[in-house]
Nanobody, 122 residues
Framework: QVQLVESGGGLVQAGGSLRLSCAAS????????MGWFRQAPGKERELVAT???????YFTGSVRGRFTLSRDNAKNTVYLQMNSLKPEDTAVYYC????????????????WGQGTQVTVSS
């Protein structure tokens, strides 16, 4: 069982930055691939970024070059650094854990956090 708690969301102006953190419980954190998803009102939950157990990262096209993702296995935490934020980045951001990632979709993730709101004003 893995419990995930997100933090770091908030209100920021367009062009600004935020860093989201996801703290995980359990001794097996390092064996899980981690991902960030987001869901805007009236839209489906979409993948933002993933990081594998060995640190390989993947980003969806709309955030590539603006967001970075890292993990600190000693602290059981993953960090999503979001730069050059745009109003269209506004959403609830969710952290999730998966034993493995093949298709980069929501169904591969077994554990989810409660989400943190990110609002980008124009």
């Amino acid at each position: 069982q893995v419990q995930l708690v997100e933090s770091g969301g908030g209100l920021v102006q367009a062009g600004g930055s935020l860093r989201l953190s996801c703290a995980a419980s359990g001794r097996t954190f390092s064996s899980y691939a981690m991902g960030w998803f987001r869901q805007a009102p009236g839209k489906e939950r979409e993948l933002v970024a993933t990081i594998s157990t060995n640190g390989y990262t993947y980003f969806t096209g709309s955030v590539r070059g603006r967001f970075t993702l890292s993990r600190d296995n000693a602290k059981n935490t993953v960090y999503l650094q979001m730069n050059s934020l745009k109003p269209e980045d506004t959403a609830v951001y969710y952290c999730a854990a998966a034993r493995s990632i093949t298709y980069y979709n929501v169904h591969e993730f077994d554990y989810w956090g409660q989400g943190t709101q990110v609002t980008v004003s124009s």
